[in-house]
């Protein structure tokens, strides 16, 4: 059995760099980002994430496939925000011209499928960012058929889970202890801090049984995830309190650590694919806490079909106690819905 130390110091180091740039950008950012061909946000902070990350793993891991959600040709239509961009990276690599952070961003352009790959989220939930809200930083790696290794970069999540969520707006950089959240197939998921202050602890997910005082976590977004069928679907199961909304794959977290339950993700359209960088890292995590993760059929997730997951229908993550029950209700109410039409 490979024991990945190598990759899973690379990934948290290479993690914590770019959270650093990130959770700057944050705390000054308006609401500047460039819409991209796909109308979806991306800021300053998504692309340096991205030639910082990619540049460490392609340097240490020079054969490896990448598989990352950014790419710089409209980065580069943009002189300015390319400017913030380089001026942002050059903090770890002062030498760096902009033409090589955008062949660093581009290394992300690898197609995945049954190979080993890494695959990136260089800012996940990139709305909760610019609401200064949550947001994650996601790698994972895929090896040998099947996810080995994931990060989870939440600045905005802290490593201890009794503590409040952190807001950056009033929340010093150097107080803000977010959560490094990380796991290797068969060695157990665990949460450090991202400054580094802490030693690693394990996580686990809830252990309760009560499905009554259980704690849902959704889409902050409701063109991401149902909130009206995940609503009926909490109540059919007798879940008793309102879903916590919350942006990026910080809901892997929360579940993987005890903070929920429940992360359910119900497609608002017909024939979406959830991109195969906004679940890897979280699920890897939550089955290393004990957790499961199938689609909102019962499937698992097949991240062998390339940059989508091509053959799953939504997510449902639970700490694994009422997974198939849980399941059942989606199923339940998704056949009353088509019954309806
Ligand atoms: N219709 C959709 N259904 C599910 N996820 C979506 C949809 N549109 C965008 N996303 C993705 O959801 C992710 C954020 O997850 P969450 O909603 O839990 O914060 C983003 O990566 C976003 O991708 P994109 O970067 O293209 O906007
Ligand atoms: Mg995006
Ligand atoms: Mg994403
Ligand atoms: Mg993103």
Redesign the pocket.
Known sequence: MTDYSQELSLALSAVRNAAEICQLVQRRIGSSAMAKS?K??VTMADFASQAVILEAVGRAFPNDCLVA?EISTELQQEPELLGEVTTLVQRFHPQATSQQICEWIDRGHGAGGSRRYWTL?PI?????FLRKEQYAIALALYDGGELVLGVLGCPNLPADPTRKLINPAITPIEQAQGGLFYAVRGAGAFVTSLDGHHLPRPIHVSASHNLHEYRVCE???A???RHDASATIAQSLGVAGEPVR????A?YACVASGRAEIYL?L???AG?R??IW?HAAGVMVIEAAGGKVTDTTGKELDFSQGRHLSANIGVVATNGIHHEKIVAAIVAQQQSLAAQQ
């Open positions: 796909d979806s946000p959600e989220d996940d939930g990139t709305k909760g889409s902050a977004e063109t991401h995830s919350m942006d990026s794959q809901k993700r497609p608002t359209r979406y959830e991109c906004d």
